[in-house]
């Protein structure tokens, strides 16, 4: 599949009508086996500001069914500006109008055609279409505008659900996905192996475009105390993300400040970099990622990582720039993100409520899920303001 020369037209036209802002210009720039890597220092650069109020918020505590959501795993707004909610809790897709008021209820929980057992996201289509991927059932099902079922196809190139996991769109009707091979399992006391991540690329009928990369999993190790045996994630280790956008894929491996940029063929041309290192992790922070007192002695005899981790998250704007968040432990601050052009450019940073977890950047908002003190789930728009010079 190769990439589309209408869209880098359309980009080019959408990064001149937008609001110059804080690039880096002084970025530099090296070559590497046909690779460009942007390396860019970071400053003050700011590339957006979020409103102090939501715009727009869908959800109640108690109220009609509609509006209660249990666990929300999409938000992605539609050419209409209708708002595709997929809430797995439920097994439902919910589409609400730009207000905010409710279009429509489709799917529910199931093994049957238009049913979900696992519904890992839902995403709008072609012409008002709808398609969401169930996991554990491997299945693409296409929706029509109202929720007649289109189309229903099977994943191919996963065998195992468990292993499978589902990254949203991938551009030019296509979605991205991952399947993640185990490490090493016989291991010693302290030991620890990668799992590896295998990122595809597939049509809307199940079928495999491409095997975009191969990046690493999260470190597992083994722990050994009075007998008993503890598998565990190694403490500062991440999976690789990644996200699908017109122009290709983004993935970074959660190691460092770096996002990956691959083509629509899956062939790496570019890597975008930060010129600072993630911070060094203190006992602290050791503390808020192993609460249980018993593993906090055990898990310092793992090779553990000299910081934290970089980037945990990945987002695409409508725009085709990318949204790369920065890890933070302990919670509570604001969610410090970091914006590049899909060519690798770093534009600023963005401050996101530390409460709204994002999903998506549409039409000069962000979208995302809101989540109060009791666990209650919100669908919100927030405004972003653009600084002009």
């Known amino acids: 599949m190769k990439p589309m020369p209408l869209f880098c037209a359309a980009l080019a036209c ?3 009508s937008q609001p110059a802002v804080a690039t880096s210009q002084d970025a530099v720039v090296t070559d590497s086996a046909g690779v460009r890597i942007l390396t860019s220092a970071t400053g003050d650069a700011i590339y957006a500001r979020v409103a102090d109020e939501p715009a727009l918020t869908v959800g109640v505590v108690d109220g009609p ?15 209409e500006g209708r708002l595709v909610v997929g809430d797995t809790g439920w097994g439902e897709i919910r589409v609400f109008g730009a207000g905010g008021e409710h279009v429509v209820t489709i799917g529910r929980e199931g093994e049957g055609p238009g049913e979900f057992q696992s519904l890992s996201g839902a995403w709008p289509g ?4 709808i398609f969401a991927v169930d996991g554990w059932q491997l299945r693409i099902t296409e929706f029509g505008p109202v929720g007649e079922i289109e189309r229903v196809s099977r994943i191919e190139g996963v065998e195992v659900p468990i292993f499978f996991r589902f990254w949203g769109p991938g551009g030019q009707g296509s979605i991205l996905s991952s399947v993640t091979t185990l490490g090493e399992r016989d291991l010693a006391h302290g030991e620890a192996s990668r799992s590896s991540m295998e990122f595809l690329l597939h049509r809307l009928d199940g079928s495999v475009i491409e ?9 597992q190790g083994i722990l050994r105390s009075d007998g008993d045996v503890l598998h565990m994630p190694v403490p500062f280790t991440l999976e690789s993300a990644a996200t ?9 491996t959660g190691e460092t400040y770096e996002v990956r940029l691959f083509d629509t063929e899956g062939k790496l041309n570019r890597i975008a970099r930060l010129a600072e290192t993630p911070p060094v992790w203190t006992e602290e922070h050791l503390e808020a990622w192993v609460p249980n007192e018993r593993l906090l002695a055990l898990v310092e005899d793992f090779p553990l990582p000299a910081t934290l981790p970089g980037y945990d998250r990945l987002v695409a704007a409508d725009t085709g720039v990318i949204w790369a968040q920065r890890y933070m432990l302990p919670r509570g601050a604001p969610a410090h993100w970091d914006v590049f052009q899909p060519d690798g450019r770093y534009l600023g940073r963005v401050d996101v409520p530390a409460a709204l977890k994002l999903h998506g950047v549409s039409d000069g908002q962000l979208l995302g899920v809101h989540e109060d003190e009791l666990g209650v789930q919100r669908v919100q ?8 010079h």
């Open 211 to 219: 095997t975009v990369a191969r990046l690493p999993g999260v470190a």
């Open 14 to 16: 959408v990064a001149l």
């Open 126 to 129: 072609t012409g008002g279409n």
């Open 381 to 388: 728009a927030w405004n972003l303001s653009r600084r002009e």
């Open 65 to 79: 069914d509609a509006l209660m959501f249990q666990r929300i795993v999409s938000v992605a707004r539609d050419g």
């Open 244 to 252: 699908g956008h017109p122009a290709g894929v983004a993935a970074t």
